[in-house]
């Protein structure tokens, strides 16, 4: 999901925003509508479906709202699916792109980073028709008045691991991802509460983080999603939903969260995972966010504790145990992971580039030290949101890799294939395929 603001009007409503940036993307007449038959958010995991979710209310209130606006659903929606095998939609008040199903981490970062010029060039023909720059986009987490959206990473996950096993193998790890996967953030908020300018801290997700496990997504917010969609065969996988993470600049960053959390699940597949259970681990996702220090420790269900580094450093080495030498891509992120650990702890500067938290550190401190001012600054706050401005001439990150400062998985090419077309060894690559030949005879795809 992408953050949304438009400058010239004074009460922007982000639904019609949000549905007139989708629009703006279409060449042709709008009719690749997403098939949801297969889709219930009611599904729980553990076993049961729930009767309503704590968000149905606010759905309900959505659709009164809806109910006085001269659209459709369906244009509202702005539902379509990309030549790519990308989905690109209106998710009510943001703009959210989801990438084609993927298979390696390269294509995984191509498309992602697809997904961030596609978005731009719609925002790009907005303006054109608006007659000034006046839609931003922002790849980030958080609007700084207490409201959160998504970047949801997903994995396919056999269902004959027990979901017990699942968790317990898992959470701790997700509660520790942050140190390498972590967007940063100035300052403290939480759900439908003021922002609090403040010390940095080292995920935007965090201060949104409510319980271990649940079937919500947009309140009472879980570690761990139990939503049971698999989007396959039902006997066979289940979908891991992870709505935990930051949104990425660094495609570095991107590149080590999914690969790693797929290290881990592989690990736990092969029972191997280590035994590393939290005590509290909502309590920890926030403790370890407001440290960027990583000096602080978390306490285990066993009693000890431990930094979470260090529970970085176990599932990595278990998984070097497990893993290592299984093929080429595996072994590049045990190589990265352990060189990531080691620089966080000994030389962080050397992570400028390719971590967000850190590289975003980095320019604020830059910042502070040139302007003589403190964290609680408001400006620092705009900054802050800067950085993940996706329109290259404007965002601090963009402006970092124009002078070659950011680390690459990608080149502007490969970048450029993946909004042609979607990864040719999954089936996102042949949902693009059918849309690309049979655009015009599609009623429904999924």
Not at 362 to 377: C, K, V
């Amino acid at each position: 999901e992408y953050g949304i603001t438009r400058d010239d009007v004074p009460d922007m409503d982000p639904v019609v925003e949000s549905m007139e940036l989708v629009r703006a993307h279409l060449a042709a007449s709008f009719k690749r509508r997403w098939d949801y038959a297969a889709e219930d958010p009611h599904e729980d995991a553990r076993g049961f479906r729930v009767s309503g979710l704590q968000q149905d209310k606010e759905e309900d209130e959505f659709a009164r709202r809806d109910a006085h606006r001269p659209f459709s659903f369906h244009d509202m929606k702005s539902d379509l699916v990309l030549p790519n095998g990308a989905r690109f939609y209106n998710d009510h008040t943001h703009p959210e792109y989801s990438t084609s199903e993927c298979r390696t981490l390269r294509d995984l970062v191509a498309q992602d980073r697809a997904g961030e010029r596609i978005v731009h060039r719609a925002a790009q023909r907005r303006n054109e028709g608006l007659g000034g720059a006046h839609v931003r986009l922002y790849k980030n987490n958080t609007d700084f008045h207490g409201h959160s959206y998504g970047c949801h990473d997903n994995y396919l996950v056999p269902r004959a691991i027990p979901f017990p096993a699942l968790v317990a193998g898992i959470v701790p790890f997700l509660v520790s991802r942050q140190v390498v996967a972590g967007a940063g953030k100035v300052g403290t908020e939480a759900q439908e509460s003021p922002y609090v300018p403040g010390p940095y801290q080292i995920s935007q997700r965090a201060d949104f983080m409510e319980a271990e496990l649940g079937v919500d997504t947009m309140h009472n917010r879980p570690i761990l999603n139990t939503r049971d969609e698999p989007h396959a065969d039902r006997q066979r996988y289940r979908r891991l939903h992870l709505i935990i993470g930051d949104a990425n600049m660094c495609e570095y960053a991107t590149a080590l969260k999914v690969g790693t959390t797929q290290l881990v699940l592989d690990m736990i597949a092969q029972e191997a995972v280590p035994d590393l259970e939290l005590e509290q681990p909502v309590a920890a996702v926030k403790q370890i966010s407001r440290d960027p220090d990583l000096k602080m420790v978390v306490r285990r269900k066993n009693g000890r504790t431990i930094a979470p580094v260090d529970i970085q450093v176990q599932y990595y080495e278990a998984a070097k145990r497990t893993l290592s030498g299984r093929d080429a891509e595996s072994d590049w992120i045990l190589q990265e992971w352990g060189e990531t650990l080691q620089l966080l702890v000994q030389n962080r500067q050397q992570l400028v580039g390719k971590l967000d938290w850190v590289t975003k550190q980095w320019l604020l401190e830059t910042f502070m030290r040139e302007e003589r001012i403190d964290w609680d600054d408001p400006w620092l706050a705009s900054l802050d949101l800067e950085y993940h401005n996706i329109d290259p001439q404007m965002g601090l990150y963009m402006g970092l890799e124009a002078e070659g400062k950011a680390w690459r998985l990608t080149t502007d090419d490969v970048i450029e294939a993946a909004i042609r077309n979607g990864p040719v060894d999954t089936r996102g690559g042949l949902r693009g395929l059918c849309v690309q030949k049979f655009s015009d005879q599609i009623e429904s795809i999924q």
